[in-house]
């Protein structure tokens, strides 16, 4: 059997996918969400559901160590779960801030934290953290959620330096607009419009599948070959 892959944000878009994909390509799971039900119909083989919220590492730990027993040593790690409730940092309530950087920093921190004594301890591993393009630009309306991607871009850097006498590869996947739920949560009505518009114009931007085959790719290199970071955009998008 193929190695243990884990996957957070699994229930909607690149994450969704991304089960998908590697369910095809052969590799058990460990999918985590919040919304255990969508990860449930999915329906996937060699597959185990868990409602964890990656601001809980506990559970995130408790689930790792279940699926180990199951399948064996955690190979892989997609630290994909995200939210991007974009707002003006002088209007943005203190608790959407704080959100963006529980889930979109500490969420990655606390997966990185659940999976490396056993990658360390097996000498062999594959972090791929999801940031953005927003990690490396600014846009109107994006100060804090760039903030958090420009941390994970940081982070995952660092790691891959820090990780790699232990065999262990740290990947940063950075897309533009991908065609996703992500905008669930934007509550001002412009901001949506004027993002959507942006969206109509390049055809709605990458798909999911796009960002997963990529994934795929990268971990399936010869585990010698390290792909640091992808920097990738629907071709239609300037911005
Ligand atoms: P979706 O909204 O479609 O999916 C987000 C996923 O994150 C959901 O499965 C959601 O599951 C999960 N999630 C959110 N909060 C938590 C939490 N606290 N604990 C566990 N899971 C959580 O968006 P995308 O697929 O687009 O987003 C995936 C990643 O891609 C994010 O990190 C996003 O920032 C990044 N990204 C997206 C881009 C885009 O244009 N779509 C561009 C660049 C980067 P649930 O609600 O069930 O917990």
Do not use: W
Request: aromatic fraction near 6%; charged fraction near 20%.
């Amino acid at each position: 059997m193929k190695p243990l892959v884990v996957i957070t944000g699994a229930s909607s878009g690149i994450g969704r996918q991304a089960a998908i994909d590697f369910s095809k390509a052969g590799y058990p799971l460990l999918l985590l969400a919040r919304r255990i039900d969508l990860l449930k119909e999915l329906k996937l083989p060699n597959s185990i559901c868990a409602k964890v919220d990656v601001t809980d590492v506990q559970k995130f730990k408790t689930a790792v160590e279940k699926a180990e027993g199951m399948f064996g040593p955690v190979d892989l790690l997609i630290n994909n779960a995200g939210v991007m409730p974009l707002e003006s940092i002088d209007v943005q309530p203190l608790s959407d801030q704080h959100l963006m950087v529980d889930i979109n920093i500490k969420g990655v921190l606390n997966g990185m934290h659940a999976v490396i004594p056993s990658m360390k301890k097996n000498k062999h591993g594959t972090i791929i953290n999801v940031s953005s393009c927003a990690g490396r630009y600014t846009y109107s309306d994006h100060a804090v959620y760039c903030g958090t991607k420009y941390a994970v871009h940081a982070i995952s850097e660092q790691s891959r330096k820090e990780l790699a006498d232990f065999n262990i590869r740290v990947s940063i996947m950075a897309p533009a607009i991908v065609d996703t739920n992500l905008l669930v949560s934007v509550k001002d009505a412009n901001i949506l419009d004027s993002y959507n518009n942006i969206k109509k114009s390049i055809n709605k931007g990458l798909k999911s599948s796009d960002i997963s085959n990529l994934m795929l790719y990268t971990y399936e290199l010869p585990q010698e070959v390290s792909l640091k970071e992808i920097l990738v955009s629907a071709t239609k998008q300037k911005i």
